[in-house]
């Protein structure tokens, strides 16, 4: 019975900041790492961010760097992603997802959604100019 909960969407002006929040309940192990993906109408779902739980370690769309930041908690199942300076084209469903924490997450699987096994349902990001 595994689920990841989002929070934190909403409208804002560009220039605007938002802070997403994952909760990840019902795991048998800890996520060796987890994500945030996002999907515009129209457009693929890409990756945005990706944080190793244990060290923390981060990794982020070039779309995104500078401006975004993801963090865990200290129970290494909760994830934030902190927006700031939000764009128009930042505009989307942003979605959280996570492993099954049995074998290590790679570096070049950072962005790939077959490498996460739970994901949350979403929560909308809207910016307007």
């Known amino acids: 019975q595994v689920q990841l909960q989002e929070s934190g969407g909403g409208s804002v002006q560009a220039g605007g900041s938002l802070r997403l929040s994952c909760a990840a309940s019902g795991l048998t192990y800890t996520p060796y790492c987890m994500g945030w993906f996002r999907q515009a109408p129209g457009k693929e779902r890409e990756g945005v961010a990706r944080i190793y739980t244990g060290t923390g370690t981060t990794f982020y769309a070039d779309s995104v760097k500078g401006r975004f930041t993801i963090t865990r908690d200290n129970t290494r199942t909760t994830v934030y992603l902190q927006m700031s300076n939000l764009k128009p084209e930042d505009t989307a469903m942003y979605y959280c997802?996570?492993?099954?924490?049995?074998?290590?997450?790679?570096?070049?699987?950072?962005?790939?959604?077959?490498?996460?096994?739970?994901w949350g349902q979403g929560t909308q990001v809207t910016v307007s100019s």
């Open positions: 997802a996570a492993d099954e924490g049995i074998s290590p997450c790679s570096l070049a699987s950072w962005a790939d959604r077959n490498a996460y096994t739970y």
